[in-house]
């Protein structure tokens, strides 16, 4: 969900019948200021290529992603990740099945940064919705509303094998007027030991030059040995604008909160001017500011080049 002017253009490039190629290219720099360090980067933040293949009822997709360095909420290093690798089966126009490594259903804004009104990923959703993940999905599309579920091997994990370890994720849509939709999902999986899960609720809504959207995240056991990470339960949200003045300049605003246990409480304010120089090229600015529990305060000035393919 975006507006149109919002997102970077994304075509194919055609390769052989059905099979197709696309991707991007995210160059950045940031300033980060938490009141007792200040830390500036410049660097080719993430490199993507899709391979996908079309036909009249298979389709599969493998996505290549080089990062430079781990997100903040994730462990490890950057590097190459096959980040997806599935293949899908159209049963009938209105269901359609996958299985292998695909990215969950949770969730209104996008993991990957092509896809994003703003910067950043705000902060009632960074870490907290699983990312991708391996098992099957199925998923229903009527006139009214959909249906999607599926059964996967360690929810939070995208690295996850284990099948004795299954989590689910299911999800119903709707659109009940044109330019709405509202999507509730459910996600719960074993992590540490421990179950761990969310319940998400979004609606997004696009007239004319003016996106809208507003989303609520429900927590449960989102426990870690990393205390860092240890939320334990607690609630997310977050409200977003983004307007397109022109077809070349659009900006978003957004509010995010996140209250869990542990007396970890921040507010997130952003503001981001997004240039669009043509259908492949934008760059993407951002302030943002995060008001932390206890009198933290934390800033961030970004900016990104954005090539899309």
């Known amino acids: 969900m975006a507006a149109v002017a919002s997102v970077t253009a994304q ?15 995210d160059i950045s720099a940031q300033r980060f200021d938490n009141g007792k360090a200040t830390n500036s980067t410049a660097e080719i933040g993430e490199f993507e290529v899709d391979l996908l293949y079309g036909g009249d009822s298979v389709n599969a997709q493998v996505d290549l992603n080089y990062r430079s360095q781990a997100r903040d909420y994730e462990d ?15 049963v009938s126009d209105q269901f359609s099945l996958k299985a292998g490594k695909f990215l969950s259903s949770i969730g209104y804004e996008t993991y990957d940064v092509n ?6 990923h705000a902060v009632s959703t960074a870490g ?5 993940h391996t098992g099957l999905a199925g998923v229903y599309s009527g006139d009214a509303f959909g249906v999607y579920a599926s059964a996967v091997a360690d929810t939070w ?7 004795n370890n299954l989590g689910y994720e299911v999800q119903v849509f709707t659109s009940p007027v044109e330019g709405l939709t509202i999507k509730l999902g459910y996600a719960t999986g074993d992590v540490d030991d421990h179950d761990k899960s969310m319940l998400n609720l979004w609606a997004g809504y696009s007239v004319g030059s003016l996106t809208v959207a507003a989303e609520y995240s429900s927590l449960e ?54 240039f669009v120089i ?16 206890g009198g933290k305060d934390e800033d961030l000035l970004a900016a990104r080049v954005l090539y899309t393919f």
């Open 157 to 163: 994990d995208p690295t996850g094998t284990d099948l």
């Open 278 to 293: 043509s259908d492949s090229w934008s760059v993407i600015t951002e302030y943002s500011n995060s008001d932390i529990d």
């Open 11 to 25: 075509a194919e490039i055609e390769l052989a019948e059905g099979l197709s190629l696309q991707g991007f290219l």
């Open 221 to 274: 056991n989102f426990r870690s040995t990393d205390p860092l990470k240890n939320y334990g339960d607690g609630d997310a949200y977050m409200l977003m604008g983004n307007y397109a003045f022109t077809d070349r300049f659009n900006a978003t605003l957004r509010y995010a909160h996140k209250d869990v246990d542990g007396g970890v409480e921040i507010d997130q304010f952003t503001i981001s001017p997004r």
């Open 76 to 90: 490890g290093d950057g590097g190459v990740d096959l980040e997806q690798a599935f293949v899908g089966y159209s």
């Open 128 to 132: 907290i919705y699983p990312a991708h």
């Open 115 to 120: 896809g994003l009104n703003q910067y950043s």
